[in-house]
């Protein structure tokens, strides 16, 4: 059976940091994909913004889904101004209904940054109605209710992450060096957000450049120590102890409840 999955993320990188792995995988074995970022991205940069970073921004993501396999979108609101309204909702409803998702992933709504604590809620608010048939009943409802997931952080209040889904991630972790490499605007230049405030970064370009992919990709390695033993669970012992690199999913209590079997089929290996 070929899965459909959409992943909401509140900037053009989201995502791809997020979720990059397991898209590439789930790509790989012929399942459909489609990345939404909620908001252009047309603030977070110290010496652009508005327009031209947003279109930046957009070609960053669209060459990135090319890497991964899958399909991208990025909605026109503008960075930091992402609000859980009513003509969001919809459109977020709208969206995981367009795409008939089976699994549905988004950020947890505690979090430091308002557009993706929002992007949360809106997904979160949207889940109770895509199977609805007259809320947006200009898109056909979800014929079964999807499985919602929230992507893995470090946020410790009210509530810290825990994980229901770890998935191993190092024979994809080329594609994800890949879609970092192909998103300068967020992790080369020396004024993105990272260039200006990760501690230690060089000053040249290319060390640059280099020290926010590493850094960004030795998360997906601390991910994996960190979850270590639901890795040996799902992989074996050998293998478990064995992968480097991991994503990790905590299942949303509001769309469709998998057992853990169910949820090991949804997720490629
Ligand atoms: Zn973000």
Known sequence: MTLRIIAFGAHPDDCELAAGGVAAKWAAAGHKVKFVATTNGDVGHFATAGGPLALRRMSEVKR??????IT???LDIHDGELMPTLENRRTIARLIRDWQADVVLCHRNNDYHPDHRYTGILVEDAAVLVCAP???????PCTKNP????YGDDFQKPCPFEPHIVVGTDEVIDKKRGCIELMPSQFADKDSWLGRYLPGVPDD????????????????AAAANKYRAQLVARYGEAQGNAIKYAEAFEVCQYGAQPTAAE????FPR
């Open 64 to 69: 990135c889904a090319e890497l991964l396999g």
């Open 72 to 74: 991208t979108q990025v």
């Open 205 to 220: 370009d290319e060390g640059r450049k280099n020290y926010i992919r590493e850094w960004l990709i030795d998360r997906g």
């Open 134 to 140: 007259f809320f947006v009943p200009d898109t056909l």
């Open 147 to 150: 499985v919602f997931l929230y």
């Open 263 to 266: 949820l090991n089929e949804l």
